[in-house]
C-alpha cells in the first residue's frame, strides 16, 4: 500500500488491544486502538476512509450494537467482528444485516490481515466512487458539460464569453462527443434561452424534405402540402436553430441557407413573402470544413459565413483523465433511470475506462454505463482482453507503458518534476516517450501554466 490504511480497533480487553495493534501494525495499517467503544464511535464518521474492527463481548455496548450505530451513519463502511465460540450465531445475523465480516477467537493473524485488507480495499473503492460523483455534480452545477481537463475547462470559459454575445458558431468534434450539448448550453447561457431551442439533423432527411422542414410552406405548395407549415427556422426565431451534420446539407439547400444568414430572412415554399426572423445559428460537423479535402461540395462561402467562431470538442482519447468523472455521472444517471443503486466501480471496470479509445465518444461511454448499472460489464471486459490478444507482446508493452504515463500524469496533475520521481526516469527519457506515444502533457495539468 502507498499510505497506511486507517483501522478502528475496538476491545476493551486492554492486552488483546494491544496484540491485535500490534498485528495490524505489522501488516502495515495504521490503526486508532480503543477500549472504550463510545470514545471508537466518536471517531467514526461518515467520510472515513478506513474500517472498524470490533470484540462482540463488551459491557455497556457490545459490537453487535457498535455495528448498527455505524451502519446506520454509513452503511458502506466496512464493519468486522471479533467473536468468541458462544457468539457465532449472532455474527452470522450481523452478517446478513450487512457487516463485512466476523473472524473467530482464537484466529491467525494473517486471517485478520487478509479480512482487514479486502475490507480496506471495498472501502477503498467506495470513497473513490464517492469522490468522482461529488466531482460530477460540482462541475454539472456550474456548467453541465462535465470535465476537469484544461481542454474543457478552456471551452466552457468560452462558452460563457460567447453565449450572449448572438454570434452564429461552428461546433466541430467527432461522432458522440458532445456537440449538441455544446449548443444547447450556448441557447441556456444566452438572453434567448426564452425562446426555442430548435434542432436539426440535416444528414438524417432527404433533400425533398429538408426544404420544407427548414423553410416551411403554404397550403398547396407541392404535392402532399393540405395544409401550411411553419419551418424550423422561422420557429426558432428569437431563439437558437441548432444545425447538426451541416455538411450533409444539399447543395440548393445551402444556397438558401446561406441567404438566411445573410439577411435573416425566410420565403416559405409557395410564397413569395419575406418574413424577417431573429435567431441565431449553431452548426455542427463531424469532419473539418475548413479543409478544402474534406469539405467537398460544401459551400465555401456558407462555411466562412458560418465560421465566425469556431468550438472544438477534443475526443475522449485526448482527454482521459475526464473519462472516470464522466462515467460516475452517467452511471448516476443510469442508476436513476433504472431505478436501482449506483454500482461501485470494480478493478476491471476502471482499468477498462482507461485502457479504451472509447471511439464512440460520450455517447459510447454512457451507453457502456448503462450496462454497467445493469451488471452487464463483464461482457465489455472480455471484450477489452479481446482487443489486447490482438497485439502483438511489444505492442502490449507499449500500450501499458503509455496508460502508465497517462496516469501518473494525471495523478500528479501533469507536473513533470512528481512524474519523472514517480516514474524514477532521466526527464530526456520521460519527454521521449510523451512524443512517441503522442501523449500531452498539458492535458493533464491542473491549470493552463506549463
Not at 114 to 125: F, T, Y
Not at 204 to 219: A, D, M, Q, R, Y
Not at 272 to 297: F, M, T, W, Y
Request: hydrophobic residues 40%; glycine residues 6%; proline residues 4%.
Amino acid at each position: 500500500m502507498n499510505t497506511p490504511a486507517s483501522v478502528i480497533l475496538i476491545d476493551n480487553d486492554q492486552d488483546l488491544l494491544r496484540a491485535t495493534r500490534q498485528t495490524l501494525e505489522l501488516a502495515g495499517f495504521d490503526v486508532a486502538a480503543f477500549l472504550s467503544p463510545v470514545e471508537a464511535l466518536r471517531a467514526v464518521t461518515s467520510d472515513f476512509g478506513g474500517v472498524v474492527v470490533s470484540d462482540i463481548r463488551m459491557p455497556d455496548i457490545d459490537g453487535l450494537e457498535v455495528f448498527r450505530r455505524v451502519n446506520a451513519m454509513d452503511a458502506d463502511l466496512p464493519v468486522i467482528l471479533v467473536t468468541g465460540h458462544g457468539d457465532i450465531a449472532m455474527a452470522v445475523a450481523a452478517i446478513k444485516d450487512g457487516a463485512y465480516d466476523f473472524i473467530t477467537k482464537p484466529f491467525a493473524t494473517d486471517r485478520l490481515s487478509q479480512s482487514v485488507h479486502r475490507a480496506v480495499e471495498k472501502r477503498r473503492l467506495v470513497m473513490e466512487n464517492r469522490k468522482l460523483r461529488l466531482a460530477a455534480d460540482d462541475a454539472q452545477a456550474g456548467l453541465p458539460l462535465i470535465g476537469q481537463t484544461p481542454a474543457i475547462e478552456r471551452l466552457r470559459r468560452t462558452l460563457r464569453q460567447i453565449a450572449d454575445t448572438d454570434v452564429d458558431v461552428l461546433v466541430t468534434g467527432e461522432t458522440g462527443s458532445g456537440k449538441e450539448v455544446v449548443a444547447s448550453l450556448l441557447h441556456t447561457l444566452s438572453r434567448r434561452a426564452k425562446g426555442n431551442f430548435v434542432a436539426l439533423n440535416c444528414g438524417t432527411l432527404p433533400e425533398s424534405v429538408i426544404e420544407s422542414e427548414l423553410f416551411g410552406h403554404e397550403s398547396g405548395a407541392f404535392t402532399g402540402a393540405q395544409k401550411k407549415r411553419v419551418g424550423r427556422i422561422e420557429h426558432s426565431s428569437g431563439g437558437t436553430l441548432f444545425l447538426d451534420e451541416i455538411e450533409s446539407m444539399p447543395a440548393s439547400t445551402q444556397v438558401r441557407m446561406l441567404r438566411v444568414l445573410e439577411m435573416r430572412e425566410v420565403t416559405p415554399l409557395g410564397t413569395n413573402e419575406v418574413r424577417p426572423v431573429d435567431l441565431r445559428v449553431v452548426a455542427a460537423s463531424k469532419i473539418n470544413l475548413g479543409d478544402p479535402a474534406q469539405r467537398g461540395e460544401f459551400r465555401e462561402d456558407l462555411f466562412y459565413r458560418l465560421n465566425v467562431v469556431t468550438l472544438t470538442i477534443p475526443p475522449l482519447r485526448e482527454r482521459r483523465a475526464d473519462v472516470p468523472l464522466l462515467f460516475a455521472h452517467f452511471v448516476e444517471r443510469a442508476a436513476t433511470k433504472f431505478h436501482i443503486e449506483p454500482r461501485v466501480m470494480t478493478p476491471d471496470v476502471v482499468r477498462y475506462l482507461q485502457q479504451h479509445d472509447w471511439p464512440g465518444n460520450v455517447r459510447e461511454l454512457a451507453h457502456f454505463a448503462e450496462r454497467f448499472v445493469l451488471g452487464l460489464e463483464e461482457l465489455e471486459d472480455a471484450k477489452s482482453e479481446a482487443e489486447q490478444s490482438a497485439f502483438s507482446l511489444p505492442e502490449r508493452l507499449e500500450r501499458l507503458e503509455a496508460d502508465i504515463i497517462r496516469d501518473t500524469l494525471s495523478r500528479f496533475d501533469g507536473d513533470v518534476r512528481q512524474t519523472i520521481e514517480a516514474l524514477k526516469i532521466p526527464r530526456k527519457t520521460f519527454y521521449d516517450k510523451l512524443q512517441r506515444h503522442g501523449i500531452v502533457r498539458k492535458d493533464f495539468a491542473a491549470s493552463d501554466e506549463a
